[in-house]
């Protein structure tokens, strides 16, 4: 049973820093890309980064590049999300998700982030 | 790219529904490997479809997927009133990022 736990999200003020963890059990980590994905309140789904499953790529949405930085550790199962300069447009609960066969995803239960002075 | 959804439908109990997921440019194929989402508030998103038309475990079979002309659609077929939700699609676009469409609120009344 695949299980991920996002940890470390809170209050921050703007322009500062958070680093968001993603703790994976249950799968071979290490054979799997990995997705962050937020969700702003009462907005929709909005993909934000990508990390293949060997650190090898990396991929983010538009509004996040430079000021993001995806990352992973295999020998803790464990994906990454810095998230630097935060804006107001940062607030949301942020998922990670594994990419699994058949381009499916598996998510966790997210961790909330509001950007806030 | 923008990857288009009806922002809201309406279904009776017992009913049929098909929901769409486009682009703003271009058709979508297989190739995008479109996968559908479920999400009810609070509550992270459910994986109900993956890889076009593949459930995933623990689905009802009223839930399909598949290609329809030049979309990928989500049938749920004898809507049931916990089958109201947002509904999501996701398109893998071939060279890393993905991207979800708006989203669909689905009504059963």
């Known amino acids: 049973q695949v299980h991920l736990v996002e940890s470390g999200g809170g209050v921050v003020q703007p322009g500062r820093s958070l680093t968001l963890s993603c703790a994976a059990s249950?799968?071979?980590?290490?054979?799997?890309?990995m997705h962050w994905v937020r969700q702003a309140p009462g907005k929709g789904l909005e993909w934000v980064a990508l990390?293949?499953?060997?650190?090898?790529?990396?991929y983010y949405e538009d509004s996040v590049k430079g000021r993001f930085i995806i990352s992973r550790d295999n020998s803790e199962n464990t994906v990454y999300l810095q998230t630097n300069s935060l804006r107001a447009e940062d607030t949301a609960v942020y998922y990670c998700?594994?990419?699994?066969?058949?381009?499916?995803?598996?998510w966790g239960q997210g961790t909330l982030v509001t950007v806030s002075s | 790219t923008v990857v288009t959804q009806e922002p809201s439908f309406s279904v009776s109990p017992g009913g049929t529904v098909t929901l769409t997921c486009g682009l703003s440019s271009g058709s979508v194929s297989t190739s995008y490997y479109p996968s559908w989402y479920q999400q009810t508030p609070g509550q992270a998103p459910r994986t109900l479809i993956y890889n076009t038309n593949t459930r995933s475990s623990g689905v009802p079979d009223r839930f399909s997927g598949s290609i329809l002309g030049n979309k990928a659609a989500l049938t749920i077929t004898g809507a049931q009133a916990d089958d109201e939700s947002d509904y999501y699609c996701?398109?893998?676009?071939?060279?890393?990022?993905?991207?979800f469409g708006g989203g669909t609120k689905l009504t059963v009344l």
């Open positions: 998700a594994a990419w699994l066969e058949g381009y499916r995803l598996h």
């Open positions: 996701v398109l893998y676009m071939g060279s890393g990022p993905w991207v």
């Open positions: 990390i293949w499953h060997d650190g090898s790529k990396k």
């Open positions: 249950g799968l071979s980590f290490s054979n799997y890309g």
